[in-house]
């Protein structure tokens, strides 16, 4: 059991690590249109909920292509679990909101980086 949950943990830190770095490179890609959107007038809020919202699709799919998985495999995942059901709702709707909420604090630090954004520099950058 010990073995189980530290391999779940390892691969909940990388999945919040995955999606850090996928989001740091999207901030990085696109700090010329943060710019723009911040010198036409989007305050700072506007632009943290503009990245935690592309952070929230990307989780959203994930955790929608893992739960499809986890129902294919029912069958095959039974024999492994000891005193729930392969499908307890609970259970997927706990791991679904948890994966969701590691997810959107592994967005945060990259949409404040956004949110940070001069639009002069942006503009100005290359």
Known sequence: ???????????????AV?????????????T????VRMA??????????????VGAWITSLG??????GAVALAKYIEGVLYGIRPLD?????????GLLAIALGACLMP?????RVNPIRALRHE
């Open 32 to 35: 010329k249109e943060i710019g």
């Open 111 to 115: 949409a404040r980086r956004a949110a």
């Open 89 to 97: 709702p609970a259970v997927m709707a706990s791991v679904a909101a």
């Open 63 to 68: 955790v929608a292509a893992g739960l499809c």
């Open 40 to 53: 036409l007038g989007s305050s700072p809020r506007g632009i943290l909920r503009l990245v935690l919202r």
């Open 1 to 15: 059991m010990l073995l189980s949950i530290s391999f779940g943990l390892t691969a909940l830190l990388l999945a």
């Open 18 to 30: 995955g999606i850090y770095g996928v989001l740091a490179c999207t901030v990085a890609q696109r």
